[in-house]
């Protein structure tokens, strides 16, 4: 299935991006605005347009018609994602599947970088990559295995990417891990002479191209990275990855969820972690 995937991707033009123009591709993705459709506002725009003409509502009738079959194939390939992996016999998920597909975590950009190629299962009809939903599955048990080896003085989180403040801060409080969001300070962890300095193990990056200079100090300091990492992201000088979506707040939500909630369990900290749905309602 992989090797399948990675052939349709390799025939996609924007991968085939190489270097510089690659990494700027990629990183343009992660820091750019997210940007939020309203159909409503649509309707109002639409209602404020002067009376078309026979061959101007036909050309519309027309977009209107491809938009909605785009619309279905987009359903058809969730549908066909959901029975793909069902066909693995897979009892022992983190999540029931329907988790992982309400939240969005298996959607990928439509720049794929080579290092997330192998965990790419297709495109969708609007050019965003997808995950594979099994391998999601696999790394977050990977991941919360391999965070649970550190105490909670000795792992630093950071999140500079808005969408996953609420559920930092959260993490924080139930796992004891320190955690910075909105902004890292700078050489926090490499100026011994900073009143701040810490000295820690690891770090839990929730995308390297807005934490890029938390992931620079880990790494001039020789210490571990555990990366959350979407499609768009390298995995060089990581120790640990978790793939999945790290731009939207439902998916970012349910990944801080399964390694608070992991994490506790294996340290044995006795700790009242919330509901699925407190991590995943992006409300606010």
Same mark, same amino acid.
């Given at each position: ?11 996609? *033009? !924007? ?11 990629? !990183? ?9 459709? !309203?159909?409503?506002?649509?309707? &109002?725009?639409?209602?404020? @347009? ?14 209107? =018609? %491809? ?11 969730? =549908? ?19 988790? +992982? ?12 970088? *080579? ?13 965003? %990559? /997808?995950?594979?939903?099994?391998? /999601?599955?696999?790394?977050? @048990?990977?991941?919360?295995? +391999? ?7 000795? &792992?630093?989180? &950071? ?24 902004? +890292? ?9 900073? @009143? $701040?300095? /810490? ?11 807005? $934490?890029?200079? %938390? ?41 801080? +969820?399964?390694? =608070? ?24």
């Amino acid at each position: 299935m992989v090797k399948k995937a990675e052939k349709e991707i390799v025939e996609i *033009p !924007e991968d085939k991006l190489s270097g510089k123009e690659l990494e700027k591709a990629a !990183e343009a993705e992660s820091v750019k605005k997210e940007e939020k459709i !309203e159909t409503s506002m649509e309707d &109002v725009k639409d209602k404020a @347009k002067p009376k078309l003409s026979l061959e101007e509502r036909k050309k519309a009738l027309l977009e209107r =018609a %491809a938009k909605i079959k785009a619309e279905k194939t987009e359903t058809l390939d969730t =549908a066909a994602m959901k029975e793909e992996v069902k066909v693995t016999k897979r009892t022992d998920m983190l999540l029931p599947l329907e988790d +992982y597909v309400k939240t969005g975590i298996y959607l990928g950009t439509r720049v794929v970088t *080579p290092d997330m190629r192998k965990y790419v299962y297709r495109r969708r009809a609007d050019g965003l %990559a /997808i995950f594979n939903t099994d391998l /999601i599955d696999e790394k977050l @048990k990977e991941g919360i295995k +391999y965070l649970s080896q550190f105490a909670p003085e000795d &792992v630093l989180l &950071v999140c500079k990417r808005q969408s996953g403040w609420k559920v930092a801060k959260k993490f924080e409080e139930l796992t004891g891990i320190r955690t910075f969001t909105k902004k +890292y300070p700078a050489g926090v962890l490499t100026n011994t002479q900073l @009143k $701040d300095f /810490i000295e820690t193990e690891l770090t839990i990056v929730t995308d390297a191209w807005l $934490d890029k200079n %938390a992931l620079k100090d880990t790494l001039d300091v020789n210490k571990k990275v555990l990366m959350i990492c979407g499609t768009n992201n390298f995995s060089k000088g990581t120790d640990q990855i978790i793939i999945g979506n790290n731009k939207s707040a439902k998916s970012i939500g349910l990944i801080y +969820y399964l390694l =608070a909630k992991g994490y506790c369990k294996e340290r044995g900290i006795d700790a009242d972690v919330p509901e699925i749905d407190w991590w995943i309602d992006d409300s606010e």
